[in-house]
């Protein structure tokens, strides 16, 4: 009994012996075939780092405003007896906007000028008589001076009138009527809004450390959502002689022109101020660019040989880099790169240092420093 319980142990010993062998056979020609495994080269697409010359630019963020801008209201108070505008419209100046009622202003205005009219024959006849020394110098003051009381009666109801026909001060486009046929207007009710779009004021701001920067003449680059992959280039045609006291920044005004209208008051702009200096940057696309909160980086194409009689083969290595100004799709490499390099310009987050790498530009996309949106 225990020789075969001896014999039993024995087999079962041998057998997981057996087993192990065969299992550590295996598992040693894994790792020697993990040893030998080169995995597949990467295709990448490549960019060559090489100088170029950048406008100096100072950027900010602005609102837009009419040169001239107006809500047109009444001066005097009155019933709307015509209203000769529509809404939106674009007018001149001296167009007839509103006629309020003046047939009490023209009656008083016919009594006026009838009262003018005799008080200068009075005064005409009592210079004559005065010549001839047949009426006192003070008769001849009193007529003179009822002659200048009648006419400027007459002024003030003129004026009356004039101010009850409510015309254009300037040209421009009108907004949304505000006011109604028969409508009682006060002093001071809005009639409708009257603004001058082209051209049109473009109001931004920076800060003081760069006043010396900047003077009238230079120009300043336009941009809005409202116009995408349009750039709108103006002037600066006012500084502010004060610094805001309470944010240290200076208003600057550029005037820029507005065809077409398509910019109006109160939008949200951005500006960028041409600078007369050139800033010499290494620029490289912006998709090249790694980025991590430890740093980022790029990967930088170079050839090796793994044995003397082979062929060079491309691998890529990883260079950290400090980043200037984005323009576009590039983006300034301020160290970190040298000229003549070569970096992957798409695709480095599938790549790891000293991979294998397969250049292929047919697939590079176009990269530009002022791209535009197409519409597909």
């Known amino acids: 009994m225990k020789k075969r319980v001896i014999l039993t142990i024995v087999g079962l010993l041998v057998l997981i012996g057996i087993i192990s062998g065969i299992k550590?056979?295996?598992?040693?020609?894994?790792?020697?075939?993990?040893?030998?495994?080169?995995?597949?080269?990467?295709?990448?697409?490549?960019?060559?780092?090489?100088?170029?010359?950048?406008?100096?630019?100072?950027?900010?963020?602005?609102?837009?405003e009419a040169v001239q801008g107006v809500m047109v209201t009444a001066e005097l108070k009155g019933k709307v007896e015509k209203i000769a505008f529509e809404p939106g419209a674009m007018v001149r100046a001296g167009d007839l906007l509103v006629q309020q009622d003046i047939s009490s202003e023209t009656a008083q205005l016919r009594a006026s000028e009838a009262a003018v009219a005799l008080a200068k024959v009075t005064l005409e006849r009592i210079r004559k008589l005065l010549t001839e020394k047949t009426v006192s110098q003070s008769q001849y003051d009193n007529a003179d001076a009822q002659y200048?009381?009648?006419?400027?009666?007459?002024?003030?109801?003129?004026?009356?009138?004039?101010?009850?026909?409510?015309?254009?001060?300037?040209?421009?486009?009108?907004?949304i009527r505000l006011i109604n046929?028969?409508?009682?207007?006060?002093?001071?009710?809005?009639?409708?809004?009257?603004q001058s779009l082209d051209p049109i004021f473009v109001?931004?701001?920076?800060?003081?450390?760069?006043?010396?920067?900047?003077?009238?003449?230079?120009?300043?680059?336009?941009?809005?959502?409202?116009?995408?992959?349009?750039?709108?280039?103006?002037?600066?045609?006012?500084?502010?002689?004060a610094v805001d006291a309470a944010t240290r920044n200076i208003q600057v005004q550029a005037t820029a022109a507005?065809?077409?209208?398509?910019?109006?008051?109160g939008m949200f702009v951005n500006v960028a101020v041409m600078l007369p200096a050139q800033e010499k940057v290494l620029p490289i696309p912006a998709t090249a660019v790694?980025?991590?909160?430890?740093?980022?980086?790029?990967?930088?194409?170079?050839?090796?040989?793994?044995?003397?009689?082979?062929?060079?083969?491309?691998?890529?290595?990883?260079?950290?880099?400090?980043?200037?100004?984005?323009?576009?799709?590039?983006?300034?490499?301020?160290?970190?790169l040298k000229e003549g390099e070569t970096v992957?310009?798409?695709?480095?987050?599938?790549?790891?240092?000293?991979?294998?790498?397969?250049?292929?530009?047919?697939?590079?996309?176009?990269?530009?420093l002022m791209p535009s949106t197409k519409n597909n």
């Open 24 to 64: 550590g056979l295996q598992i040693f020609r894994m790792t020697a075939y993990g040893k030998k495994f080169v995995p597949p080269p990467e295709t990448v697409t490549t960019f060559e780092v090489h100088p170029d010359s950048w406008e100096s630019l100072l950027t900010s963020v602005g609102s837009l």
């Open 258 to 265: 507005n065809p077409g209208e398509q910019l109006r008051p």
């Open 203 to 241: 109001n931004f701001s920076l800060p003081q450390q760069q006043l010396t920067q900047i003077q009238p003449g230079l120009t300043a680059q336009v941009t809005t959502d409202v116009l995408p992959g349009r750039v709108i280039e103006g002037k600066i045609t006012a500084i502010n002689p």
């Open 344 to 368: 992957v310009s798409t695709g480095v987050f599938k790549l790891r240092n000293g991979q294998v790498v397969v250049v292929n530009n047919s697939l590079a996309p176009e990269f530009k």
């Open 148 to 175: 200048k009381e009648t006419a400027a009666q007459l002024d003030i109801i003129r004026s009356a009138i004039s101010k009850k026909t409510i015309r254009a001060p300037f040209a421009g486009r009108l907004g």
């Open 290 to 336: 790694l980025y991590a909160p430890y740093g980022d980086s790029v990967f930088v194409v170079e050839e090796k040989k793994i044995e003397k009689n082979s062929r060079p083969i491309k691998t890529v290595h990883q260079q950290f880099i400090r980043l200037g100004e984005k323009r576009g799709d590039f983006i300034a490499v301020s160290s970190g």
């Open 181 to 194: 046929l028969g409508q009682v207007l006060n002093e001071g009710d809005a009639i409708v809004s009257l």
